[in-house]
């Protein structure tokens, strides 16, 4: 179970995705504290964040070759 938490702090996609999930939350909260920037934060604008971080997260699932113990 460490080897596998060891493991977790050499993957890029969980150092990715644990970037991600500290972003996101910031984001809803620039825009409600600057209204001038609600105009350019919009539903699409999160779907399409959304769909790179997809995109991206595909991407470095095939990178991946090992598993989180062997790393």
Do not use: H
Request: aromatic letters at 10%; hydrophobic letters at 45%.
């Amino acid at each position: 179970m460490i080897d596998k938490l060891k493991g977790c702090l050499k993957s890029l996609t969980i150092w990715f995705n644990g970037i991600c999930l500290g972003i996101f939350p910031l984001i809803g909260y620039i825009s409600d504290a600057l209204p001038t920037l609600q105009q350019y934060v919009t539903i699409d604008t999160f779907k399409l964040i959304g769909i790179i971080v997809l995109i991206i997260n595909v991407g470095l699932r095939f990178k991946t070759t090992k598993p989180l113990s062997e790393k």
